[in-house]
């Protein structure tokens, strides 16, 4: 059914910058929000931004001022600007959708399966 494919990730100097993209299956998958988190190992899964259909972009205070999420919503997919990016922005950055799948009524969250994003110092 529903395939959300994270892609931009990889190795770059501490205050360079890098552009994920999240790519979501199907005219039938209805989104409502989407967003990006992120785990470091050892750490739990964060929230770092999220998105409405109309707008309303939420951040982490970590991020704030550095990263910029949007979304094109006529193609399903989600970007993250990553710029001055920091070594502690290490980690698999993973997107997800919270949206309902024809004929499902329900709203549901949606994963993808990660990328890696590696800032060196």
């Known amino acids: 059914q529903v395939q959300l494919v994270e892609s931009g990730g990889g190795l770059v100097q501490a205050g360079g910058s890098l552009r994920l993209s999240c790519t979501t299956s199907?005219?039938?998958?209805?989104?409502?929000?989407m967003g990006w988190y992120r785990q470091a190992p050892g750490n739990q899964r964060e929230l770092v931004a999220t998105?409405?259909?109309?707008?309303?972009?939420n951040y982490a205070d970590s991020v704030k001022g550095r990263f910029t999420i949007s979304r094109d919503n006529a193609k399903n997919t989600a970007y993250l600007q990553m710029n001055s990016l920091k070594p502690e922005d290490t980690a698999v950055y993973y997107c997800?959708?919270?949206?309902?799948?024809?004929?499902?009524?329900?709203?549901?969250?949606?994963w993808g399966q990660g990328t890696q994003v590696t800032v060196s110092s």
């Open positions: 997800t959708a919270n949206g309902r799948v024809w004929p499902q009524a329900l709203l549901r969250d949606y």
């Open positions: 199907g005219s039938t998958f209805s989104i409502n929000a």
């Open positions: 998105i409405r259909s109309g707008g309303s972009p």
